[in-house]
């Protein structure tokens, strides 16, 4: 029996090729997002490179109703139930700086829409006694900086939520990866100058999957941001107050 | 954000291009972009020349539309959005007992770089060309998809087959992979001891698929020695791949010096036993041979190389023989060279293969090289041969008009698609390809 994934935000580049990677091993797909006709494509080609099921379904964090589609096929999943969240948003800081009015949907974007989801679906993964949670975080909520700590802040909210999700439900089995990506080659990030350690996105999804193998608990990806965060962190706020970086 | 400005090149390396790029991920992405501001698309940037660049404007890559939409594992129609990699399509539906009907040797071409160039593979004799297949193209319009088919729309499907993706982006296809008996190759591999025994050898073989590597460093009784492959479907194990391999740095010139191709072609020749051998091969082993490198056009070095490809009718096999003698004695060529015999099959207005023999050599790109070129373009010519579009970076305007008889008809198809040229590459702006006169 194929276990089945749940994927929010499935139009995202990383979710996209992640997608495909579960495909070829033969995973029931749940494809969820706000773009319907290009999720149907993704479920369309997920099923012809050997997904068991692949189907999209409508899904917006900023929708609690749009939860149902979702959720209810998670009810009739058989076997164990994993959940994986790529969805966020990152307006450019000047402009939420310029209307504060954005910051609410980057937060309920990048964290409480999926916080709201995942406090949802645990009662039936603990339930099930198994199965695992992928966040989607980022390094950039590893320390506000200048450039975009609106989105940063989001993101370490989403991080502390998943550290205590993954507290709770690991107590009945269910395993909770946090991941970190660096820079990574997507719409989001095209067109921006001077990457530094730019991945390809294949790179992330293979490594989020090989995460989710091993259980670890929090995943910096590509690697080399472990040690950079490691260094930025511990830069005292006195210092990096004055910063740009 | 929509544009990105970079620098990048055709394979060769010859022609580069700095100028905004544009990556859609989704149909409604590329709707947007082609109503505010068209561009031409392009693939993963296999053309050598400079049929993929668009120096100093935009250009709109397609590599991330990728996705299969439909296949029917009944009859094996297959419907793909146009950034898929024909090797990709290879390793998904080849376990399957499917293969795309017409493969380049390069896996990493796109199905939409395949449509534009009207792409062939090793099984041109029998298959025809890569557009032949082709039952549906959507195009992307400003005003949104467009689904056109040879039956409906007879012009402008040829125009957009073999049509440097002058109509517009190709957004998706529809083709039919064809059956096969099984994931690996069975291939025969014979010694050829000179340029008569090669086309004997050419004109008879009944090879589902069938492929030249001739040593173009060869010269007097050994001119036109070679090897010839023929392939055949087959079940069977095998072990998995090797890693790829990447070429790290650009080589320097003397990587490919005459003394050292020279051996090269020697030993790779004498690889094959002098009675042949018959062996069983991976499937992207035998279709996709250099593949395995990564970036091995950095072995050419900085300066980068030049593909020479023409097709020459069968009745002028001597002047393709006098060709090879120049090539021979210039003692420029690379190792790697390749002869075919080539059906009739072309599905546009401005596709390359005519029924007769090709001949692909590369050359590193110096003086001397670029020089030999022109002369074979010239021979070409008269022996009422053509040259690739999808190789050249050096032809001129009116040779490649008197080889491409059709190219008004494509070109009145073009101009009322996109009479303001929002299409044009570096390559049809230097051929004047898109002018009447
Ligand atoms: C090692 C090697 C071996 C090769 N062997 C063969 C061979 O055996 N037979 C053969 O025929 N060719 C061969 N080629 C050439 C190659 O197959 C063609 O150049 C092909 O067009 C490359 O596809 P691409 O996706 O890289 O397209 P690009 O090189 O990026 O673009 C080629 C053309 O297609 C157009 N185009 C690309 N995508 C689209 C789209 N979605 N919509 C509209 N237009 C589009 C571009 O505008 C351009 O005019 C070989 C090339 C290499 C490097
Ligand atoms: N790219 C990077 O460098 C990078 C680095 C660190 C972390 N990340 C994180 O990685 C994840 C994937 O990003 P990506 O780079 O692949 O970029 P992306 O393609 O822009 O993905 C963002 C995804 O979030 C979805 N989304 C946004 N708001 C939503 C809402 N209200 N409801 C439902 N879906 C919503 C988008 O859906 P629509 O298609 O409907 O817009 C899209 O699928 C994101 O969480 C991002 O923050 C990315």
Redesign the interface.
């Known amino acids: 029996m194929s276990d089945t994934w749940i994927i929010l935000g499935a139009t995202s580049t990383i979710a996209r090729v992640m997608a495909r990677q579960l495909a070829e091993q033969g995973a029931h797909l749940v494809l969820a997002g706000r773009d319907m006709g290009d999720l149907e494509r993704s479920a369309s080609d997920c099923s012809a490179r050997g997904a068991a099921s692949a189907q999209a379904v409508a899904f917006d964090a900023r929708d609690p109703e749009s939860f149902e589609g979702a959720l209810a096929l998670a009810e009739t999943a058989e076997g164990a139930v994993n959940v994986a969240v790529f969805v966020g948003s990152m307006p450019p800081q000047e402009d939420m700086d310029a209307d504060p009015g954005l910051i609410a949907g980057v937060v309920t974007d990048s964290f409480t829409g999926p916080a709201a989801f995942l406090t949802r679906i645990a009662p039936l993964m603990e339930a099930r006694g198994k199965g695992c949670v992928v966040g989607v975080g980022s390094v950039a909520g590893d320390r506000g900086r200048l450039g975009n700590y609106i989105y940063g802040a989001a993101k370490a909210g989403f991080h502390t939520y998943l550290s205590g999700l993954r507290n709770r439900l690991g107590r009945s089995g269910v395993h909770v990866v946090t991941v970190k990506p660096g820079t990574v080659d997507t719409a989001m990030t095209w067109g921006m100058e001077a990457l530094p350690f730019l991945a390809p996105p294949e790179k992330v999804a293979g490594d989020i999957l090989r995460a989710v193998e091993k259980k670890k608990n929090v995943l910096y990806t590509p690697f080399i941001w472990w040690p950079v965060m490691t260094v930025i962190k511990s830069i005292p706020e006195g210092v990096f107050k004055k910063l740009k970086i | 954000?929509?544009?990105?400005t970079d620098t990048y090149t055709g394979w060769g390396r010859v022609h580069g291009a700095t100028g905004a790029l544009?990556?859609p991920?989704?149909?409604?992405?590329l709707e947007a972009l082609i109503a505010e501001e068209p561009a031409p698309a392009i693939g993963m940037r296999r053309s050598y020349g400079d049929a993929c660049l668009a120096q100093d404007r935009r250009a709109v890559d397609m590599t991330?539309l990728d996705?299969?939409?439909?296949?029917d594992g009944e009859t094996g129609a297959l419907h793909v959005?146009a950034g898929a990699r024909i090797g990709d399509l290879l390793a998904?539906f080849a376990p399957r007992g499917w293969l795309p009907p017409v493969m380049p040797g390069t896996g990493f071409a796109t199905v939409g770089g395949g449509i534009a160039m009207d792409v062939h593979g090793k099984n041109h004799h029998h298959a025809g060309s890569f557009g032949q297949h082709v039952t549906e193209i959507t195009l992307m319009t400003g005003a949104g998809p467009r689904v056109i088919t040879p039956e409906a729309d007879a012009a402008l499907f040829k125009a957009t087959v073999g049509g440097l993706g002058q109509t517009g982006p190709i957004l998706s296809a529809r083709f039919g992979l064809l059956k096969a008996k099984g994931d690996v190759m069975v291939v025969t591999e014979r010694r050829v001891k000179d340029w008569e025994q090669f086309l004997t050898l050419l004109d008879g073989s009944d090879a589902t698929y069938s492929v030249g590597w001739i040593d173009a460093t060869a010269r007097g009784p050994a001119l036109g020695r070679g090897i010839l492959e023929e392939g055949e479907t087959g079940g069977g194990l095998i072990k998995p791949a090797k890693r790829s391999r990447k070429v790290p740095f650009d080589a320097p010139g003397f990587a490919l010096a005459p003394p050292i191709v020279r051996a090269f072609n020697q030993a790779y020749w004498r690889r094959v036993p002098e009675a042949g051998r018959t062996s069983v091969k991976r499937i992207d082993d035998f279709f996709f041979p250099l593949d395995k490198i990564h970036d091995w056009n950095r072995l050419y070095g900085r300066q980068g190389f030049h593909q020479f490809q023409c097709v020459v009718p069968l009745d002028q096999a001597d002047a393709l023989r006098n060709m090879l003698v120049h090539i021979a004695n210039s003692g420029f060529a690379s190792p790697l060279a390749v002869l075919k015999r080539m059906g009739p099959g072309r599905g546009g207005f401005l596709s390359f293969p005519m029924e007769g023999y090709t001949l692909a050599v590369d050359f590193r790109n110096r003086p001397g090289a670029v020089k030999l070129i022109n002369l074979l373009e010239g021979m070409t010519e008269q022996a009422r041969g053509r040259l690739y579009l999808a190789k050249d970076a050096l032809a001129t305007t009116g040779r490649i008009r008197a080889m491409y008889p059709d190219h008004g008809a494509w070109l009145a198809e073009v101009l009322a698609i996109d009479p303001e040229g929002h299409f044009a590459t570096d390559l049809t702006r230097r051929l004047k390809l898109r002018e009447t006169t």
């Open positions: 954000m929509r544009w990105k544009a990556r991920e989704r149909a409604s992405a991330r996705r299969v939409l439909e296949f959005e998904v």
